[in-house]
């Protein structure tokens, strides 16, 4: 398969060659010219053709047409890229090329905006570290970049990097007003005003209000009546200033608010025969499990559709607030040296009360449950919700600062044959506060931030060593310090115009200071109590096993644990360029990518992870055509060696340990990957415009190697999610996009007609070790008269998910622990009008 792509990929190649030497000839009206895109990839300005990295790239107006509003909307087109919105659309985390972040572990895409990464969230969230809601709005361009970009790019790139390029003030005076109306109620407003205040100074105001309703309908009674709706708000003040012909400041502050019910999942099958003997972990796993099955079994007697969820949750909530403020000045220091500092200050903070599996569980009712029921254990048909998240009241479950500071020497040599980057990065990311949240596992709560919960499964042994699992609340308090640094030197030498080499350097070095105060307590055996018994104790049971918090008046620093993980690595890049045209660039590189590792309290024993390793090669090329049929080609072939890969593995906790089980990130894995990518445009008649994307990605876990527990660890196995000689997950073997936008004129003072249809294809890919989701194709269009009547006014009537498909996105996971699986959906059919008026252009 690998070599008819290749192939296949080669033969297109040669048929569009014919252009390679040709004279250059002026091109139609409307022609698609990649040549005129100018990306910052590599920290400079250059023409997308010339840049050696395979990437996507999308215009403003590209990103207005596919209604890109938030981080997870941009997957839907891009090959390669793949997101998991296990957690919800505002805290969606991306996979580029096979890899992957998992929950509290850092990215393996990196997400910048206007050249700073985005505000790390990573301290007490489970995803994120991207932008927030609505930062998609006036931008001038994104571009996914594919593969280690840690040279020039910074921390945590293996995957690759997106970067988000804001509009920047310019000398007119001029703006835009835009209503949209859909179904689900959407109302969505944009707004753009752009003044010179002064010859030397100019400004932008850039505005975002998007509110829709959930498609995910609640069936349980209890709570809202949707879930995955959208609601934020979002702003942006852009100033440039130039203090002298050679010396420029731009400054950015930007806002994004967040308030949602979050999202929900629809349970899809359980394990019907849960593991035996009833004892430890598969106690509780017999509870969860049955509950699900009859949970599903409730959807089905109901008729219930897959956008059908049922979820026991009264209050839950999604509420996210972040800003960043930056500050770029560049000068002009002579014709060949241009020095550039970047600094940012941004906040992270998030509120959330949540049920991580979108349960209604209620106890099964079964010649065991009632056998244990007549010993004192919970009586059948007794409600319990299996995890619940809350925050406590004057605290945040997520509370992060990040500061970053960038000098850049950009230059090169007087006769040109050389450029170079040059310069030094620091970034500290402090908590605000505590990240502190409680939760509730077996209880049956209100809301388990404020203590509100009336019992749940009693914690009583009803049999010779058999306890059932009893209803806990957990309260994480942590707080996270995180310190990356690094120097990094990258130039490009000419040995002619033809011949180039690339080599780039950087050394970085990362700290996490973590602190936790968690502990843990039981919930009254009584149902119905509405108390908290007196048996409080640390989570720590390793390094505090003997602690009675309420002796000491329930201070909980005597739970506290402070963990240090620190690691330094060097990056690199070497790369070999050759230009036989202006319209022709082939390239060959060799990279090595890093990811730093983790600090994670939830699991004793298992708090730390190493950092990972990646080995990439890749060679590609870029065409670009003239003539009578322009457009462009370009086309990569990759190959990864990964190492001391960091994967999930489920934790079974062991009898009498006061723990349910769990999950730890662990470095038990070594993968390979490898794949094609295929980028392509033609405009064969004026005002035709045809492109497509493609993506081959085969990717391959070679080992996995769970660590040895120790002898006092509170837990009897640890189970690797992933199989060896299976693939890794949120990667699909295929992906494809192919699009086409027709413009014709309808005669003056009419307007003109646009036509958009945008296709896309992902193949069937595993988003955990169990749970696979089939493949799916979206169709979406757009249709609109600009400059209607020569008024200024625009209006586009479009539709997303025209067909209506009903597709899985992600996994919540725990099968191996709790005998359950469930999915998440993505967006149905979506259709609405957009009215706009732009002034001054």
Not at 155 to 164: K, S
Not at 207 to 225: A, C, Q, T, V
Not at 731 to 746: A, I
């Amino acid at each position: 398969m690998t070599t008819r792509i290749f192939r296949t990929a080669l033969m297109l190649g040669a048929a569009f060659g014919g252009g390679w030497a040709a004279p250059a000839l002026a091109q139609s009206a409307g022609a698609i010219n990649p040549g005129d895109i100018i990306v910052t990839a590599r920290r400079t300005e250059e023409r997308l053709q010339d840049v050696p990295i395979s990437m996507t790239v999308y215009s403003g107006d590209q990103i207005q047409q596919r209604n890109i509003a938030v981080a997870s909307d941009l997957a839907t087109f891009t090959p390669s890229l793949s997101v998991n919105t296990r957690y919800g659309p505002e805290k969606a985390t991306y996979s580029l090329r096979g890899f992957n972040q998992d929950a509290s572990t850092a990215p393996t895409v990196g997400v910048y905006f206007a050249d700073v990464v985005g505000v790390r969230a990573q301290g007490g969230t489970a995803g994120g570290n991207t932008v927030g809601a609505g930062t998609f709005t006036d931008l001038q361009n994104v571009q996914v970049l594919k593969g280690p970009q840690g040279t020039l790019q910074g921390r945590n790139t293996t995957g690759g990097a997106v970067m988000l390029v804001p509009a920047k003030p310019t000398d007119l005076l001029e703006g835009s007003v835009e209503g949209t109306y859909g179904n689900y109620d959407q109302m969505r407003l944009q707004a753009v005003f752009n003044a010179p205040l002064a010859d030397t100074f100019k400004v932008r105001l850039s505005l975002d209000r998007n509110k829709r309703d959930g498609y995910m309908k609640n069936r349980s009674g209890i709570g809202p009546d949707d879930y995955n709706d959208v609601d934020y708000l979002y702003g942006r003040l852009s100033i440039v200033a130039d203090l002298t012909p050679e010396l420029e400041n731009y400054t950015i502050f930007h806002y994004s608010r967040s308030d949602t019910n979050g999202y929900a999942s629809r349970y899809a099958f359980c394990d019907r025969d849960p593991a035996s003997p009833l004892t430890g972990g598969n106690l509780t796993r017999y509870y969860t499990a049955l509950a699900a099955c009859d949970q599903i079994d409730r959807q089905s007697a109901r008729g219930d559709g897959r956008l059908d969820v049922e979820v026991g949750n009264p209050n839950p909530r999604m509420f996210i607030r972040q800003w960043q403020a930056i500050n770029t000045t560049t000068w002009q220091a002579s014709d060949t040296l241009t020095i550039k500092n970047i600094v940012s200050y941004g906040e992270y903070r998030e509120q959330s009360q949540f049920q991580l599996y979108s349960d209604n569980f209620f106890v099964p009712d079964n010649s065991v449950t009632r056998f244990f029921a007549s010993r004192g254990g919970p009586l059948p048909g007794q409600r319990f919700d299996y995890v619940q998240l809350g925050t406590q009241p004057g605290y945040e479950a997520a509370a992060q600062s990040t500061t970053t500071e960038e000098l850049q020497l950009q230059g090169r040599s007087a006769d040109g044959k050389f450029n170079f980057v040059v310069g030094g990065y620091l970034e500290w990311s402090r908590p605000i506060g505590y990240n502190q949240q409680r939760t509730g596992i077996y209880g049956n709560c209100i809301d388990p931030g404020t203590l509100d919960c009336t019992g749940g499964l009693p914690l009583v042994p009803v049999a010779p060593g058999v306890t059932l699992p009893g209803a806990i609340i957990s309260e994480s308090r942590t707080r996270f310090d995180f310190d990356n640094h690094g120097v990094f030197a990258q130039g490009t030498y000419n040995f002619t115009e033809q011949l180039s080499l690339t080599l780039g350097g950087r050394w970085t070095f990362d700290k996490i200071d973590g602190y936790s105060e968690s502990n843990r307590r039981v919930l009254a055996t009584i149902p119905g109590a509405g108390t908290i018994v007196a048996n409080w104790v640390c989570n720590d049971v390793l390094n505090h096993p003997t602690v009675d918090l309420n002796a000491n008046g329930g201070d909980t620093s005597a739970c506290g644990t402070r963990i240090v993980n620190k690691s330094n690595k060097p990056t690199w890049l070497a790369g070999l360029d050759f230009k036989p045209t202006d319209d022709t660039l082939v390239y060959i590189k060799y990279a090595r990518g890093y990811r730093q590792g983790t600090v994670n309290f939830t699991n004793p024993g298992l708090e730390t992870a190493a950092p990972e390793k990646v080995d990439a090669y890749e060679i590609g090329a870029k065409l670009t055509f003239r003539g009578a049929l322009p457009g462009y080609f370009n086309i990569a072939g990759f190959w990864n060696d990964f190492s001391d890969q960091q994967v999930f593995g489920a934790l079974i906790a062991k009898e009498g340990s006061g723990l349910t089980g769990g999950a730890a990130i662990i470095n038990a894995g070594k993968s390979r990957i490898r794949g094609v990518e295929v980028d392509a445009g033609v405009t064969p008649v004026e005002g035709l415009r045809l492109s497509a994307g493609y993506t081959y990605l085969d990717t391959e876990l070679k080992e996995l190697i769970p660590p040895t527990l120790t002898p006092d660890s509170p837990f009897e196995a640890i189970i690797p999610r992933g199989e060896v000689g299976g693939p890794l997950t949120y990667s699909p073997k295929h992906k494809l996009t192919l699009s086409g936008d027709y413009s014709v004129p309808l005669g003056e003072n009419v307007g003109e007609l646009n036509l958009g249809v945008i296709y896309t294809y992902t193949s069937s890919q595993y988003v955990d070790g169990n749970n696979k989701i089939p493949a799916y194709s979206l169709l979406n269009l757009n249709l609109g008269i600009t400059d209607v009547g020569g008024t200024g006014f625009d209006i586009v009537a479009f539709g997303q998910n025209v067909t209506n498909k009903k597709y899985r996105t992600s996994s919540g996971g725990g099968y191996e622990s709790s005998g359950i699986g469930d999915f998440m959906y993505g967006s149905p059919r979506m259709y609405g009008v957009r009215l706009r008026y732009a002034f001054g252009q």
